[in-house]
């Protein structure tokens, strides 16, 4: 994304004035996933969609054909797999320093919402890690919020957007050594299993926002 923003379309590059339009392509929502897995009962589907944030290449990566469990095993709790890495290689592709952008999102995902707490999470400081935070917002893997009753700029907090960044980040890293080790199979039920349907209370909520926006 930041090439074609940058060295295709920005200020100098050749074709910078010269676009008649453009599309930024945006990730499915649940309702229109369905059509790659029809067979998955409504919560597999639901939950399908909180793993991959409605990226048809992620979807297709996961290759969930009867059973999502199994998928997750194979194809993203696997150290030789496509999905393992690939949080942490988008980084690298698209920034600069991906070793604090990554410290910064694993801040987040471990529960750390408020800017200064971010800050003082990842020993850097507040101004500095603001700066961080909105690439991560332009690049549309974090979201700001502000609370109904606030002003804008009051009580800020961040948020993970991305569900395969905010899924992959919630269950990969605090497991890498038994993934590694090909344990998966030996902690899959009672250590990350059994923190799905918290996991998935966020997404249910988004796919309620997400219906009444588009469908309703």
């Known amino acids: 994304m ?18 008649t339009g453009q599309f930024k392509i945006q990730a499915l929502s649940y309702k229109e996933i369905r059509d790659f897995n029809p067979t998955l009962t409504s919560e597999q589907q639901a939950f399908v969609y909180g793993i991959t944030g409605g ?11 009867n059973d999502v469990d199994d998928a997750l095993k194979d194809n993203l709790f696997n150290a030789s797999s496509y999905l393992f890495e690939e949080p942490e290689n988008l980084l690298k592709q698209e920034l600069r320093e991906p070793a604090i952008y990554n410290s910064v999102i694993t801040a987040v995902a471990g529960g750390a919402s ?8 990842i020993g850097i400081e507040a101004p ?6 909105k690439v ?3 690049l549309n893997i974090m979201i700001k919020k502000t609370p109904i009753t606030e002003k804008p700029g009051k009580k800020t907090v961040y948020a993970i957007r991305d569900n395969f960044f905010r899924f992959w980040y919630r269950f990969v890293p605090h497991n890498i050594s038994s993934i590694s080790a090909r344990r998966i199979e030996h902690i899959y039920d009672s250590v990350i299993k059994k923190h799905y ?3 998935m209370g ?9 219906y009444l926006v588009l469908y309703a």
Not at 202 to 210: D, G, L
């Open 202 to 210: 966020h997404i249910f909520e988004q796919m309620c926002r997400e």
């Open 55 to 65: 990226i048809p290449h992620y979807i297709n990566k996961l290759a969930v054909v």
């Open 128 to 133: 500095i890690c603001a700066k961080y935070l």
């Open 114 to 121: 408020h800017s200064n707490e971010i800050a003082t999470k």
């Open 136 to 138: 991560l917002l332009d």
């Open 197 to 199: 349907a918290d996991y």
């Open 2 to 19: 930041s090439f074609m923003e940058y060295q295709v379309l920005g200020y100098e590059s050749p074709l910078y004035g010269r676009r």
